[in-house]
């Protein structure tokens, strides 16, 4: 977090102990959220005196007027004093998420609300007859530019946006709006089948946690049969591509396409939140949602800095608890310890506060390591 306008970077290097210079809406409207999620387990009032002014920094990049009023502009360089001009309904979305979590936190300061209305309003100018979305404006020399390849991040980030404004509001624009994009996503999975793609990638397990996140908060709000049947076909899909082999400890837990700690720590934490509606909703086998989570969970605490495995690393005091992105680098990104995070709150509130052992991974026998040690031996003499 920046320490004056407290506003958030994408990345940290914790080789350098540097961040970027550019402070992202969206990685500071998720660490908000996080801030707020977290906050009731330790109700740290450290913590609770950065809301008001994290959210100042949100609302300052909000657009008050034109054809774009009510997005976000993507990001804000101190160093410049520029901002992006580019808008984005991701951006919108997630920080909907947060503005949603200020007003209930904060109830009696409707300007949270108000902020949230005219984000969704934007969001719905964006939504297409036919569900699909708009996902980008950016300036051109006097007028905007859009752009329209289709993504279902970004997609599902308005769906699930429009279905909890519509949650808190009932205003039936951001159902209709919600219903269209709901309807498409159905169109694509029985077409396509439960592994989506879009313009931006082939089909993948982060893509599709996004449908299926979306179309969890969408049947929050329209319980028809329809939708928990979706839900359950990708689920089963993106559980079927988990990696559950004790054999491999580097792997075991994370999902064969995703490398880094933001989408295993994304899925980890859409799992948390099917494994609370799946139990609402009575449906079948919950717990198995749960045994995914404890493994994804033990495989990013493996991947994360501690006081173990930042001997190399130029500040350790600033890189411990940040979700390393990948064994390729040294970098944190703010989105890796935001999701992962979330996903373990979520497992708390599963398991309760009582030490329990989740997972185990037992050593090889003796008889087993001893040979492949010998043939280890002989390798590197040759």
């Known amino acids: 977090m920046h320490p004056q306008l407290h506003g958030f970077f994408k990345f940290y290097d914790a080789a350098q102990d540097k961040s970027e210079n550019l402070l992202r809406t969206i990685y500071s409207a998720s660490s908000l959220y996080t801030l707020l999620k977290g906050y009731p387990l330790n109700k740290d009032p450290k913590i609770e005196q950065l809301f008001k002014p994290i959210a100042q920094f949100i609302l300052s990049n ?41 007003n209930r936190f904060y109830p009696n300061d409707p300007q949270y609300l108000q902020a949230a209305r005219k984000a969704g309003d934007w969001l719905l100018r964006m939504v297409q007859p036919e569900g699909q979305v708009t996902p980008t404006a950016v300036c051109g020399k006097g007028d905007w530019q859009y752009r329209h390849q289709q993504s279902l991040l970004y997609s599902g980030q308005v769906l699930s946006a429009l279905s909890r404004l519509y949650g808190v509001t009932q205003d039936p624009r951001y159902l209709q709006g919600a219903t269209r994009i709901a309807t498409y996503f159905v169109s694509l999975v029985k077409e396509k089948g439960a592994l989506l793609g879009d313009d931006f990638r082939p089909a993948n397990s982060i893509s599709t946690s996004w449908v299926m996140m979306s179309l969890i908060d969408f049947a929050k709000v329209n319980p ?15 559980l079927s591509r988990q990696i559950t082999n004790k054999e491999d400890i580097f792997s075991n837990g994370r999902y064969l396409d995703a490398m880094t700690t933001s989408g295993n720590g994304w899925i980890n934490e859409v799992m948390g939140v099917l494994h609370g509606f799946c139990i609402d909703n009575k449906m079948l086998n919950c717990q198995q949602y749960q045994q995914a989570m404890t493994l994804t969970s033990r495989w990013l605490i493996q991947n994360a800095y501690s006081k173990e495995n930042t001997y190399n690393v130029k500040n350790p005091a600033h890189a411990i608890g940040g979700f390393i992105t990948n064994f390729t680098t040294q970098t944190v990104r703010t989105d890796a310890v935001c999701h992962g995070v979330n996903s373990l709150i979520n497992l708390l509130s599963m398991i309760g506060s009582q030490e329990q052992m989740l997972v185990d991974l037992p050593e090889k026998p003796l008889q087993e390591l001893l040979p492949l040690l010998r043939a280890g031996n002989g390798f590197l003499s040759s």
């Open 224 to 238: 028809e049969p329809l939708y928990r049947e979706i839900i359950e076909q990708l689920s089963a899909k993106i």
């Open 62 to 102: 909000q657009l008050q007027d034109g054809p774009n009023a009510g997005g976000f502009y993507y990001g804000y360089n101190p160093v410049t004093n520029k901002k992006t001009c580019r808008v984005v309904v991701g951006t919108a979305s997630k920080t909907i998420f947060t503005l949603l979590e200020l």
